[in-house]
């Protein structure tokens, strides 16, 4: 199997280029991810560098763009890819060496949207009550992984990195407006309330076609949308 | 060159579980804290936990912290430490609420409360009926903990170094632990963060096996350096075979999928665990389990073309539960096996889950060491807490739901000592730089260029005769031959080298300094397995089938220098009730 994959260590290299590596066909088993025949690649040149840790896309590490679609390469099955396999990183962030990216931006807009539960009532001694129904509200926020497969597949987040939250802290942002137990939900839509922090989505839904954890940003989003417009009129 | 050098009042190593219920009661109370972690901090394997805390909150059945009390000591074969367990049981339901209000998504039952569902090993009325005590946020229990104890920390302005590799511990002469050594991973330079107490809480050292089902980060990084500062480690021949990793590839399919019904077969279709646990069948304990599925398929009754595994079949829970309760396995099994749990059985095989042993420590988190006249002497400065350390609560064996437990009980525990000791200890000891210079030579021996063997088979090897020699069933004979291919390992890994020696994101570097790490874990778990002369909980040698309380419930200390073993009683006096003496444990 063959792979093209994108070099570039700053102490050495004035740019970045790609390089061919192949995995003799015998070392490639049934059920193979992408990460072990990367693992096995390394192998061959430990110099080639990429992030990864739990193998089955719940730390989500090893994001990258994987022949022109943004993944995690532990759950992406060689078998469903064209060879060669082209390996870059992620699109939209700085580069710091192959296959990492600078993620300092991304970490940064999801602390701008507040993701942490406010809630300033007296503290029960047991747990606050929160319905089924309340709770279901959750399901398809709360799973997100920070991996960065969204964000750094949206046109409008590689145009406005800094002012534009992006699909992953805004799915953080709708995780806790939703939540029955925040009270800061004025406050939360208040911040959002500008020409960029959520306003530059403009539908395009490369976010939720990329999620490796199925999860869907582009209605997150639109669903803020909708309870900022209510409360305006 | 200088060295940048940092001052913290309180610094943790590892920004799992442990770490951050640390670090957010220490930043709460307006200690200055630093985290310092490999991996950014979401990334850490608590993320990966499934099925939940244990908490007897009665919520689903009655329940009583003091039966849990019971399940855990008898769950531990009764090596655990009967203070540390009465502790963590009473201590439960305080920090599961808390996690609540830190804001994590528990799923819900009818009247608002957190969910709860059965695990392996509980019951009521002290070895009664099942008990449902474990609180679950669907099967991601772990992610929801991990991501809100990470934000709540955000929002109390904690400092982190996310992406330092912690090298070594700076001891000085006088024994005090005064903070550590570590490498920007980004830009390659070494640090120096001093702090007046420093918190070890860097999770387990799966990765010695070869089928695991932990991250490739679980390198066992503050064992070996609680080693290499002269500080033993207890009970490392206690390694947990979860029951139900994915056959041959080691993911975990959680304890949970029993607990919401699923049960076990062999190649007949017959219910197996039924003849094992007569009583508790797929719920028994881990240990008993995973032994149940190995003598299954060692007896020619596995399933498959190999005959090399079981079946965890869940198809009677229908597609409803399955999507509602388990989520995160059917999505698991449709990517790694092609196939859903609603039509399927899954493959699963015992697999190399967790560590029980660790760096021993009281029930406040601190490290503790045998000294002249006393066998748990503190070592001033130095806490542990999580599965880096052995409290012990877990003793031979560990109950499902109970690590998540440990992590917050016990990190927040160590956290609420360390502001005790601040308050006695204002000002940093002087700087040990020969400790210092220690530290950057191990970072400096890298940098070796020349001939020499690569990492990544060196640690291929060293999984593999883990996994021969030290698996599920010992035996002295295969583990001494164990320990003289790891000894001759060792040598191979003092003349190893690697070939990429840039500074910038040294992958590389990291995973050879990980290696030196794993071996040493590595080395920890044969010898004190070989030394330990009975079976019991996940101990299980062949050639001593039988639990040996007479000889045998005492604590094993394995030391780095001449691989030497030592021994310590075990706490069996609790704090406030009455100790449960050994009995013969059946399920």
């Given at each position: 199997m063959d792979f093209s994959i994108y070099r570039f260590n ?6 970045p280029y790609m390089q061919d590596f192949t995995l003799a066909d015998d070392l490639i088993e049934p059920g193979m991810m992408l990460l072990d025949a990367l693992l096995l690649l390394k192998e061959q040149d430990d110099s080639l560098s990429f992030r990864r840790s739990c193998q089955h896309g719940v730390c989500g590490s090893d994001g990258m763009n994987i022949n022109g679609v943004n993944g995690l390469a532990c759950i992406t099955p060689m078998k469903d890819l064209k060879a060669p396999i082209v390996l870059r990183p992620f699109p939209?962030m700085?580069v710091i060496r192959d296959l990492i990216v600078?993620m ?41 992984i920070?991996c960065g497969c969204?964000?750094a ?57 990329v999620?490796p ?21 | ?37 490999k991996v950014f901090?979401?990334r ?119 992406e ?21 991973i ?21 990765q010695?096996?070869r089928t695991n089902?932990n991250a490739l980060s679980n390198t ?29 590839r080691g993911m ?83 990517t790694f ?117 690569a990492v990544e088979p060196l640690r291929r090897?060293?999984r ?34 690697i070939r990429d020696?840039s500074?910038t994101f040294n992958t590389a570097r990291v995973e050879a300094?990980e290696l ?72």
């Amino acid at each position: 199997m063959d792979f093209s994959i994108y070099r570039f260590n700053p102490e050495t290299d004035s740019a970045p280029y790609m390089q061919d590596f192949t995995l003799a066909d015998d070392l490639i088993e049934p059920g193979m991810m992408l990460l072990d025949a990367l693992l096995l690649l390394k192998e061959q040149d430990d110099s080639l560098s990429f992030r990864r840790s739990c193998q089955h896309g719940v730390c989500g590490s090893d994001g990258m763009n994987i022949n022109g679609v943004n993944g995690l390469a532990c759950i992406t099955p060689m078998k469903d890819l064209k060879a060669p396999i082209v390996l870059r990183p992620f699109p939209g962030m700085p580069v710091i060496r192959d296959l990492i990216v600078d993620m300092d931006n991304f970490y940064h807009q999801y602390r701008e949207a507040e993701p942490w539960l406010v809630n300033d009532s007296p503290e029960p001694e047991v747990e606050r009550r929160q319905s089924p129904e309340d709770r279901d509200r959750l399901d398809g926020l709360y799973e997100c992984i920070l991996c960065g497969c969204c964000s750094a597949s949206c046109p409008s987040y590689w145009w406005n990195p800094e002012r534009f939250l992006g699909p992953a802290a805004l799915l953080q942002a709708a995780r806790f407006i939703q939540d029955s137990r925040d009270q800061a939900t004025e406050e939360r839509l208040r911040r959002l309330d500008d020409a960029y922090s959520l306003y530059r989505c403009h539908g395009i839904m490369n976010c939720t076609q990329v999620c490796p954890k199925g999860l869907n940003p582009s209605k997150a989003i639109g669903d803020i949308r909708r309870t900022m417009i209510k409360r305006s009129v | 060159m200088k060295l940048t050098t940092r001052k913290f009042d309180a610094l943790i190593i590892g920004a799992g579980g442990a770490g951050l219920r640390a670090a957010l009661q220490l930043s709460n109370a307006d200690a200055r804290v630093a985290v310092v972690s490999k991996v950014f901090p979401t990334r850490s394997h608590t993320v990966a936990a499934q099925g939940g805390v244990n908490a007897a909150l009665a919520n689903v059945l009655p329940d009583s912290w003091h039966w849990h009390m019971f399940d855990t000591v008898k769950g531990s074969d009764y090596l655990g430490d009967q203070d540390a367990i009465e502790y963590m049981c009473r201590a439960a339901p305080k920090v599961v609420y808390e996690l609540e209000h830190f804001g994590v998504p528990f799923s819900r039952l009818d009247d608002g409360g957190i969910y709860q569902r059965a695990f392996g090993g509980q019951s009521q009325h002290f070895g009664k009926e099942q008990a449902a005590r474990t609180c679950a946020a669907a099967d991601r229990t772990g992610h929801a903990i991990l991501h809100s104890l990470y934000q709540q920390n955000l929002r109390a302005r904690t400092h982190f170094f996310d992406e330092y590799f912690a090298i070594d511990l700076i001891k000085d002469d006088a024994g005090h632990v005064l903070g550590v050594v570590a490498f920007e991973i980004l830009s390659g330079e070494p640090i120096v963060i001093e702090a007046k107490t420093t918190l070890i809480a860097t999770g387990g050292a799966g990765q010695i096996f070869r089928t695991n089902t932990n991250a490739l980060s679980n390198t066992g990084d503050g064992m070996a350096m609680a080693l290499r500062a002269g500080v033993p480690l207890e009970d490392m021949e206690f390694v947990q075979f979860h029951p139900t990793g994915i056959a041959g590839r080691g993911m975990l399919i959680t304890e949970g999928a029993r607990g919401e019904g699923g049960f076990l077969i062999n190649d007949q279709g017959e219910r197996f665990m039924e003849r094992y646990a007569p009583k508790a069948k797929d719920l028994a304990s881990r240990d008993v389990v995973s032994r149940a599925i190995a003598i299954e398929v060692r007896e020619g009754r596995g399933c498959g073309r190999n005959k090399d595994h079981a079946l965890l079949d869940l198809r009677h829970l229908g597609a409803d539960t399955i999507m509602k309760k388990l989520p995160g396995i059917r999505e698991m099994s449709l990517t790694f096996l092609g196939l859903d749990p609603i039509e399927k059985p899954i493959p699963v095989f015992p697999t190399c889950h967790y560590s029980m042993g660790g760096i021993p420590t009281n029930r406040d988190g601190q490290v503790v060491v045998p000294m002249k006249d006393t066998p748990e002497d503190p070592v001033p400065g130095l806490y542990a807490a999580g599965e880096t350390a052995c409290v012990s609560v877990h003793g031979a064996n560990r109950l499902g739901g109970n690590s998540l437990l440990d992590i917050l009980v016990f990190g927040r525990a160590a956290a609420n000592h360390i502001l005790d000791y601040l308050e006695e200890n204002r000002f940093h000891r002087p700087l040990h730089q020969g400790s210092v210079d220690q530290a950057l030579a191990r970072l400096a021996r890298w940098d070796r260029k020349g001939d020499g063997e690569a990492v990544e088979p060196l640690r291929r090897e060293l999984r593999k005769v883990m996994e021969d020699h030290c698996g599920v069933f010992r035996t002295a004979e295969v583990m001494q031959e164990g320990v003289t291919k790891l000894r001759a390992l060792r040598e191979r890994i003092d003349n190893a080298v690697i070939r990429d020696h840039s500074r910038t994101f040294n992958t590389a570097r990291v995973e050879a300094m990980e290696l030196e790490n794993l071996m040493d874990c590595a080395m920890a778990t044969i010898c004190s397995a070989l030394g330990r002369e009975e079976s019991r909980g996940a101990h299980s040698r062949m050639d001593f089938p039988d639990r040996d309380d007479e000889r045998w419930l005492k604590h094993s200390l394995y030391s780095l220098q001449d691989d030497a073993m030592d021994y310590k009683p075990v706490r069996t006096q609790p704090v406030t009730v009455e100790s449960f003496p050994p009995k013969e444990r059946v399920y």
